[in-house]
């Protein structure tokens, strides 16, 4: 085996231990379907106030990131992953995009847990419920009571949603205020 054989199978290596990663930790990289991302940003951006800071815990590859900044260009947004493959595709759709796009995006290689969450009004969260324990106390630590969590797919546990819907054919969504959780 030759150094780019080592190399190549090592930068897999690399590649599945993060999906493993983050597999463990909170859920495993699972695109959001495009009438789901046309959903929740059309029925999210009327409750976000102007300017606000939106993170996507678990962003994967950026579509709900890019599609926020995109359909509201008052708005800032930051996609957090921890998984390389779809990482280096948000890497790659944040340098082809507009300048215009580009200062408002941020893509960040980290864990969610490690991330700090305190500068953010709106946290978008697609995550199995077996880490709502850990997500529900980082939100409550780090976040102004008046922020808000969007969960795509289960509610959270024992907390009622401000706001609920569900695209036709797709998946849910539950909107919760920090001081309600």
Same mark, same amino acid.
């Given at each position: 085996?030759?150094?780019? /054989?080592?190399?190549? #199978?090592l930068?897999?290596?690399v590649?599945?231990?993060?999906?493993? #990663?983050?597999s463990r930790?909170?859920?495993?990289w699972?695109?959001t379907?495009?009438?789901?991302v046309e959903s929740?940003?059309r029925?999210?951006?009327?409750h976000?106030?102007?300017?606000?800071k @939106?993170?996507d815990?678990?962003?994967?590859?950026?579509?709900i990131?890019?599609?926020? =900044?995109?359909?509201?260009?008052?708005?800032?947004? +930051?996609?957090?992953e921890?998984?390389?493959l779809?990482l280096?595709f948000?890497?790659i759709? &944040?340098?082809?995009?507009?300048?215009?796009?580009?200062?408002r995006v941020k893509?960040?290689?980290?864990?969610l847990?490690k991330?700090s969450?305190? /500068?953010f009004?709106v =946290?978008?969260?697609?995550?199995?419920?077996?880490?709502?324990d850990?997500?529900?106390k980082?939100?409550k630590e /780090?976040l102004?009571?008046?922020?808000?969590?969007?969960? /795509?797919? &289960?509610?959270?546990?024992?907390? +009622?949603p401000?706001?609920t #819907?569900?695209?036709p054919?797709?998946v849910s969504?539950?909107?919760?205020?920090i001081?309600? @959780?």
């Open positions: 085996m030759n150094y780019l /054989e080592i190399f190549f #199978w930068c897999i290596l590649i599945l231990f993060s999906f493993v #990663w983050a930790s909170a859920a495993p699972l695109p379907r495009k009438k789901d929740l940003v029925t999210l951006s009327p976000v106030s102007h300017g606000a @939106i993170c815990i678990g962003c994967g590859n950026g579509t990131v890019f599609s926020l =900044v995109r359909f509201r260009d008052d708005v800032y947004a +930051t996609g957090v921890i998984s390389l779809p280096f948000a890497y759709r &944040w340098y082809c995009s507009p300048l215009r796009i580009r200062k893509i960040i290689c980290n864990d847990f991330v969450l305190h /500068e009004d =946290v978008v969260i697609f995550l199995l419920p077996k880490a709502y850990r997500i529900r980082k939100l /780090e102004n009571p008046d922020a808000q969590a969007v969960f /795509e797919a &289960w509610p959270l546990p024992n907390a +009622t401000e706001l #819907w569900k695209h054919g797709g969504f539950f909107v919760y205020r001081k309600n @959780i």
